[in-house]
């Protein structure tokens, strides 16, 4: 008797990368530029947002503390988000936010007379709607990009944001020179941003067929992700010190120092104008230095070199900068230009790395995590060195913020230890996540 067994043959799946991953990177671009727009719409202009809505200067203060307050508490909202209704449902909700959010304050400040109260409703709403755009780059990467160009797809798509926050500084005080040029601000900033949503509609949500091996794995439910990550001693030993905290402290110095950079140095002199064009070296430099170096390092594989030497030179920037104002503006020039390369070129390279260092955790978890706990800083030192300002001290003019860059800049250095532990670490049995 002739026994005949039957195999059956698992067809090999095969892996693909679509070019229309690149609409995708677009849209997500130009929302995170929008988003920040709609952030730092009034910072620049703080003394003719205070006079249009009839408060003080640190009121005009909170509509970026608002925004990072409510960025920060939607932040869990988007894990739940991205597990249970995916992506495409997600930066939907977004870029429909950031459309409704800008709407809503340009209807507060065409009403007679201007409400401060309705613009803050359209800030927090910008604010909870921004958080979707600055969690998903490191999540689409996943999705759509191969290990070699991943980091600089997220590089595009992060210092996006940034680059929103370049043409706030630079176009706010272009456009508004009285008080009554701020409605058309609000305006074009919810034009633009419906546009943007607009064209948001037709980004894909994933892949045909995944562009390699990683994304075959099952996705790992947001509380379980949660989970392992509060039970491995990785994510305590190495994660939390090592990367959280000089990430999100960052994070903060950088988002309250775009908030008050006005502010910073108005006392001695310098317009809105200087102001803006100083905003756009902090980013600008940034976005070179990020779109040159993200692909070199991609391609070595070297983030940790990359995140040591980088860390000393973003702490030692916020050292100097306590004795800028004052100086002569090329030295804010210079000093503000290496503080953005240096930033800039950290941010993908870290959130990439995170990605990948808490997996099996889905990418927007870390992510998340890290952008909620910038935004919490912000918020902190945001407030912090607003009530640092010196007044009717004869020594220095009314307003002076020496204070606030001595608070920033101690606290900076304390961060440059942090990532040479590393080393410690490598050589340790801490295992994966």
């Not at 009285?178 to 064209?199: E, H, M, Q, R």
């Not at 002199?269 to 102001?275: A, E, K, L, Q, R």
């Not at 976005?287 to 030497?309: E, K, Q």
């Amino acid at each position: 008797m002739t026994i005949v067994t039957t195999v059956d043959t698992v067809p090999e799946l095969s892996y693909h990368l679509y070019k229309r991953r690149w609409y995708g990177v677009l849209i997500l671009t130009l929302v995170n530029l929008m988003t920040s727009c709609g952030w730092l719409t009034y910072s620049p202009i703080s003394s003719v947002s205070a006079n249009f809505y009839n408060v003080s200067e640190n009121s005009v203060n909170n509509f970026s503390i608002i925004y990072m307050a409510t960025l920060s508490a939607f932040c869990p909202v988007i894990i739940w988000m991205m597990y249970h209704v995916g992506f495409r449902a997600t930066f939907l909700v977004g870029s429909g936010g950031l459309a409704l959010g800008s709407w809503i304050r340009y209807l507060g400040s065409r009403i007679s007379p201007p409400s401060y109260a309705l613009t803050m409703v359209g800030q927090a709403i910008l604010g909870m709607t921004g958080a979707i755009p600055l969690s998903l780059p490191s999540h689409y990467t996943n999705l759509w990009c191969s290990g070699n160009g991943k980091v600089a797809a997220n590089a595009i798509m992060t210092l996006a944001n940034p680059t929103g926050a370049v043409l706030a500084q630079v176009i706010g005080p272009a456009i508004v020179t009285t008080k009554g040029d701020l409605p058309n601000l609000s305006l074009y900033t919810a034009l633009a941003c419906s546009a943007v949503a607009i064209f948001g509609i037709f980004v894909p949500s994933k892949p045909p067929t995944p562009p390699r091996m990683s994304l075959e794995e099952e996705r790992i439910p947001p509380k379980l992700a949660l989970l392992l990550l509060l039970k491995s001693p990785r994510f305590w030993l190495f994660f939390i010190p090592l990367i959280l905290i000089w990430f999100i402290v960052f994070v903060g110095f950088f988002n309250a120092l775009s908030s008050l950079l006005f502010q910073i140095f108005s006392p001695y002199g310098v317009s809105s104008d200087t102001s803006g064009y100083f905003g756009a070296a902090l980013i600008g430099s940034g976005l070179i230095a990020g779109t040159i170096f993200s692909p070199i390092i991609d391609v070595y594989h070297a983030p940790l070199i990359a995140i040591r030497m980088v860390v000393p030179i973003i702490s030692m920037c916020y050292l100097v900068l306590i004795w800028v104002p004052g100086k002569p503006v090329i030295t804010a020039y210079i000093v503000l230009g290496v503080l953005g390369a240096a930033s800039f070129t950290l941010l993908p390279v870290t959130l990439e790395w995170l990605a990948e260092d808490t997996q099996p955790a889905s990418p927007e978890v870390s992510s998340t995590l890290c952008w909620m706990g910038g935004q919490l800083f912000g918020v902190l030192f945001t407030l912090i060195m607003q009530s640092l300002k010196t007044y009717r001290d004869p020594s220095v003019p009314d307003g002076d913020m020496h204070r606030a860059l001595l608070f920033q800049g101690v606290v900076a250095m304390m961060c440059i230890p942090l990532p040479l532990f590393h080393w410690y670490f490598r050589d340790t049995s801490v295992p994966q996540l």
